[in-house]
């Protein structure tokens, strides 16, 4: 997939730009605070439907706008919008047609963001981890998204039941037994696509960071997840007692967890700076080739537009060789990157199609 152009009006901190992209390479080099992950972040929007860093929209609109928009051109001949005004609803269109439901769109233009957001994955709880399994499968799975909507409404209201009834001599044991009956299918269907993701993603990530390490460092990933050796509906009817107590759900997919190893040892505790940069720079580089893989029909091979956001900082000079080595090669397409250092992209450029721009105070320029 590939981004031709690309429109901002109020976004953020841009107030108007208008910019035409090289089908390979794309540089946006600037001082801190100035704009370029702003411009990503963009390009993000209009393959995920929401800002990748604010939840609330209306965040997204520059200081006294009342609106704004983003418009990217594709080379599938296809224009995606997304229009934002304080106080309404956003408007989501392909074309001259507005999406009802946005999960429609996800997995349309794929699309993979590495940015220093990413340490979450090692430092914060199983949240962000099961996070990243839920975006990759969802791009290529339809079913996934929906199954995981489901679930979760489902447990949300099992969660509500049990607050309700925290203190109650007399526990409506049919209405659990009716939520719960919604809610194994959903979680057995989730854990069926976790599973077989991480199987095949696996090799994929480990081979990645053997390419940006240099090889001689060993390192797992691990899925795990109560529905490995118990059965949910029995899980959830045997821990009501508890869950009552608890106030939610301790049993189900939504307690799933990614272990995430160097050697024998966690990540987290063992891992230096550049070792945890590297491994989560190859779980992001893996999950643009896994979905390309999942693309591939024939000659028809979909790779995914990568925005990689200040990737070289807390890397040694080697590692950096072999990341600019590796985002050069076939298996990656269109890649926007972002850095405040020229000269990490002076050699990624060289024989390269690539555009420069340069970002300040909002405003976007591109470079002869």
């Not at 992209?21 to 993000?44: E, P, R, W």
């Not at 490995?228 to 007692?241: G, P, W, Y």
């Amino acid at each position: 997939m590939i981004l031709r152009e690309l429109n901002i009006l109020n976004y953020k901190n841009i107030a108007d730009a208008r910019l035409s992209f090289s089908n390979k390479l794309n540089c946006f080099v600037g001082l801190n605070g100035q704009g370029k992950t702003n411009v990503l972040d963009a390009i993000y929007l209009l393959s995920f439907t929401k800002s990748a860093f604010s939840v609330i929209d209306s965040q997204n609109i520059t200081h006294e706008a009342d609106m704004a928009m983003v418009q990217g051109v594709y080379d599938t001949g296809e224009t995606i919008s997304c229009g934002i005004k304080r106080g309404q609803r956003k408007q989501f269109r392909n074309g001259s047609k507005d999406y009802v439901r946005l999960v429609e769109h996800i997995g349309h233009i794929p699309l993979v963001l590495i940015s220093p957001e990413d340490a979450e994955l090692i430092v914060e709880g199983s949240d962000e981890r099961r996070r990243f399994m839920d975006v990759v499968i969802a791009q290529k799975d339809k079913l996934y998204l929906e199954a995981l909507t489901s679930y979760n409404a489902v447990l949300k209201q099992r969660n509500a039941l049990l607050k309700q009834y925290a203190e109650a001599q007399e526990v409506p044991s049919d209405l659990f037994d009716v939520l719960e009956e919604q809610m194994v299918p959903y979680a057995e269907y989730i854990y069926d696509r976790r599973s077989a993701f991480i199987q095949s993603f696996v090799p994929v990530f480990q081979n990645m960071y053997d390419e940006i390490s240099g090889g001689g460092e060993t390192v797992g990933l691990e899925y795990v997840s109560q529905l490995q050796d118990r059965d949910i509906r029995e899980a959830l009817q045997r821990t009501r007692k508890r869950d009552l107590i608890l106030g939610w759900t301790s049993q189900g997919v939504h307690k799933d967890e990614l272990q995430m190893m160097l050697g024998d040892y966690p990540l987290k505790r063992v891992g230096s700076q550049g070792q945890q940069k590297s491994y989560l720079l190859a779980m992001k580089f893996a999950q643009a080739v896994y979905l390309a893989s999942l693309s591939n029909d024939g000659e028809n091979k979909t790779l995914p537009i990568l925005l990689l956001d200040d990737i070289f900082d807390k890397l040694d000079s080697e590692r950096v060789e072999r990341i600019i080595r590796l985002v050069r090669g076939e298996a990656f397409g269109q890649i926007f990157i972002t850095d405040t250092d020229r000269q990490h992209l002076t050699e990624l450029l060289s024989n390269q199609d690539a555009k420069i721009f340069v970002v300040s105070s909002g405003q976007i320029v591109e470079h002869e």
